[in-house]
């Protein structure tokens, strides 16, 4: 079973919408991460969280914002989907002891029409 | 500026050829070094990292650092097939709390 998974996996919605992504990990990694990737601008990060109760802006939050319900899921909400929101979006999870390299989830393809 | 600046290609080359990859930063404080490999409707994955100058070799990896020209390199040896994908560097200051700084990646297609 993958160690971080990421729901929906493709997801169409209507501008004006609220939507929910959903991001899971079995790594038992305290630090997780939202990142959206645009063609040419790689990826960007929109929040973050160190634990349960540290919650972080990260450079682009402006329309979003996060939940983190257990050290194992973190999730991600658009309160009112616009186009410019459509991207991939990856979750990520990471371990600050050595190197503290980043885990990557298979991402979510949003298209807000 | 951006902190990391990376060639976006795409680079095509047939298979066997000796591929060369590299990124560029600005800020002299960056520590850590990685390289990650992402699949075609896939998310990252780590392929090489390294917190020194120097080379750091895995298989028919190598990955190269030159801080003194804030340079970093990754190069494929006998690239396959299976080396398609698109390469993003990433790097980090270390004990500064979270930020990574990737590059925008590499777009690779090793042909038959």
């Known amino acids: 079973d993958a160690d971080v998974t990421q729901t929906p996996r493709n997801r169409i919605t209507k501008t004006g919408k609220r939507i929910m992504l959903e991001c899971s990990q079995t790594?038992?990694?305290?630090?997780m991460y939202w990142y959206r990737q645009d063609p040419g601008l790689g990826l960007q990060l929109i929040y973050y969280?160190?634990?349960?109760?540290?919650?972080n802006k990260g450079e682009i939050s402006d329309g979003y914002s996060v939940s983190r319900q257990a050290q194992a899921k973190f999730s991600l909400s658009l309160e009112s989907a616009i186009p410019n929101q459509t991207a991939l979006y990856f979750c990520?999870?990471?371990?600050?002891?050595?190197?503290?390299?980043?885990?990557f989830g298979p991402g979510t393809r949003l298209t807000v029409l | 500026q951006k902190e990391v600046e990376q060639d976006p290609g795409p680079l095509s080359v047939p298979e066997g050829a000796i591929v060369s990859l590299n990124c560029t930063y600005s800020?002299?404080?960056?520590?850590?070094f990685m390289w990650y490999r992402q699949y075609s409707r896939k998310g990252p994955e780590l392929l090489m990292y390294?917190?020194?100058?120097g080379n750091k070799e895995d298989g028919r990896f190598t990955a190269q650092v030159d801080k003194s020209s804030k340079y970093i390199s990754l190069f494929i040896r006998d690239s396959q097939p299976s080396d398609s994908a698109t390469y993003l560097c990433?790097?980090?200051?270390?004990?500064?709390?979270?930020?990574?700084?990737f590059g925008t990646g590499t777009s690779l297609t090793v042909i038959p």
């Open positions: 969280s160190f634990d349960v109760k540290d919650i």
């Open positions: 800020n002299s404080a960056f520590q850590y």
């Open positions: 990433a790097m980090r200051v270390p004990n500064t709390g979270n930020q990574f700084y």
């Open positions: 390294t917190y020194s100058s």
């Open positions: 790594k038992g990694h305290d630090r």
């Open positions: 990520a999870t990471s371990d600050p002891t050595g190197v503290d390299t980043q885990y």
